[in-house]
């Protein structure tokens, strides 16, 4: 893989630019006649300057940009190195083709993530269905999530809708909240710290009175996650004293 999506996970990156170099650097390798595995940065690099249109091809309906990590990984972090490597301007430019539509049409891939968060991560019916899944509906929100921080790395897709809608549906609403607190709190710190991730990076332009609100609450599913694992294993003592 590009580990590309691993730093984002882990937030082991300071400038967008790293997680471009990051890309490139994994990638530079050819195989052929010429050999298995050898390092050509140069040729990449030659062709990524010439570069001013990258493609991305979708099969499936029921996976779209903001399902797979690998996506922005792979399809994100190049269009980052590429527009780094002539200026950062946003000059390459980056569509999607459905491949599965009766006429396939290249569409823009920031439209198409505008879309697939309206559709899925900020549609009611869609939040309510899959945090009303437990602890797995709870991971995939979670991993919606930190996906967001990563199209906003590599595409500069920074719009403030998105990440005001995401904090009042599953932050701020105390129903919600509470759900996603109950059956995996791990999942819910992550969606509250990449909030407050998204603000520190500039890709959110949040008040003071909702960041205040998103520390208060990291802070108190951070102190439920340790008195849970203690209370788990004051139990099982008595539970082996009992015995």
């Known amino acids: 893989g590009s580990l590309v999506n691993e730093r984002v996970t882990d937030s082991s990156w300071e400038e967008e630019g790293d997680l ?38 979708i099969d ?20 980052r190195a590429m527009d780094d490597l002539q200026g950062g301007e946003g000059k390459v430019q980056a569509s999607v083709v459905e491949s599965y539509s009766r006429v396939p049409r290249p569409k823009k891939l920031n439209d198409v993530l505008r879309l697939e968060y309206r559709s899925k991560l900020l549609n009611p019916k869609w939040a309510e269905t899959m ?5 797995g509906g709870a991971f995939e929100v ?3 999530m930190t996906a967001l921080i ?30 996603l607190r109950d059956s995996n709190p791990e999942a819910f710190k992550n969606i509250v710290g990449r909030l407050l ?47």
């Open 197 to 243: 991730e998204a603000n520190r990076r500039g890709m959110w332009e949040a008040d003071d009175a909702k960041m205040e609100q998103l520390m208060e609450l990291y802070s108190d599913v951070d102190d439920q996650m340790e008195l849970g694992t203690a209370s788990k294993y004051i139990a099982q003592s008595v539970e082996a004293l009992e015995k």
């Open 142 to 144: 979670s991993q919606r």
């Open 150 to 179: 990563g199209w906003g790395a590599t595409t500069k897709f920074k719009e403030n809708w998105v990440f005001d809608q995401s904090a009042d549906t599953y932050a701020f609403d105390p129903v919600m909240a509470q759900k």
């Open 20 to 57: 471009g170099e990051t890309w490139a650097r994994r990638n530079a390798f050819s195989f052929g006649k010429g050999g298995r595995g050898v390092e050509r940065r140069r040729t990449l690099d030659a062709l990524m300057k010439t570069t001013g249109q990258v493609v991305q091809c």
């Open 60 to 79: 499936s309906v029921e996976y779209g940009l903001t399902d797979i990590q690998e996506y922005y990984a792979n399809t994100g972090a190049m269009v």
């Open 131 to 135: 945090v009303d899944q437990g602890s």
